[in-house]
């Protein structure tokens, strides 16, 4: 699983970015300045390094600094985050070493965004996922292939299930599922997602999603 360490001196900051990442799946650790962010680091070697650039102490361009000496982090990547919008805070940043940038107030969709497509430029997340020996996710295409047959699913029905299987075993709360699938674009209920549950059963076969009843669903690995 990727492991992500937030380092920002404001703590609604931290908290909001934790919460978010921590429902996309991601292990989230967070630090109060680059002090603690350069020791937690050393500890936790995390895949992505979100950094703010405006803090007391060591600022982020030091921290950046700080974590390209560092043996075994030259590679690591870093995401800055900055209140502010000049050209030279932006160049700055990327001449110390940083990956990305994104500018506050943070949205937390376009940062999880970003993150994924630098995770997917360094090969950490790919296109086709692989959930099982007989089946494979196509994130890119919106199709399952099963034993090696193509199954396209309708939009909701696949993000249904790239949602469960991006993390197997573990159970999403009905409300978690309605806001990561269904979102704000529409008024759904429950039974809407017990009939899509119903429908991949139908095409998949019902040994992947399991009712975990008064709770909501996981994805469950076929054992060999």
């Known amino acids: ?120 430029r360094k090969g950490m997340l790919t296109v086709d996922e692989p959930t099982n020996k007989d089946l494979v996710i196509n994130r890119e295409k919106y199709i399952i292939e099963k034993n090696g047959e193509i199954i396209h699913l309708p939009r909701k029905e696949f993000e249904l299930l790239a949602l469960l299987a991006s993390r197997p075993d573990y159970v999403f709360e009905r409300d978690v599922i309605l806001d990561k699938v269904w979102g704000s674009e529409i008024v759904v209920g429950d039974r809407t997602i017990d009939v899509h549950v119903r429908k991949l059963r139908e095409k998949i076969g019902d040994d992947y999603i399991k009712t975990i009843k008064g709770i909501g669903y996981k994805f469950v690995e076929k054992q060999d």
Request: hydrophobic fraction near 45%; charged fraction near 30%.
């Open 1 to 120: 699983m990727v492991s992500i360490l937030i380092i920002d001196d404001e703590e609604d900051i931290r908290e909001l970015l934790k919460y978010n990442l921590k429902k996309e799946g991601y292990l989230v650790e967070v630090a109060e300045n680059g002090e603690v962010g350069l020791a937690l680091m050393k500890e936790l070697k995390p895949d992505l390094i979100i950094l703010d650039v405006m803090m007391p102490g060591m600022d982020g361009i030091e921290v950046c600094d700080a974590i390209r000496s560092t043996q075994g982090f030259q590679q690591t990547l870093i995401c800055f985050l900055t209140a502010r919008n000049e050209d030279y805070s932006q160049i700055a940043g990327l001449d110390a070493g940083a990956d990305d940038y994104v500018a506050k107030p943070v949205r937390p969709k376009v940062l999880i965004s970003r993150i994924n497509a630098l995770l997917r």
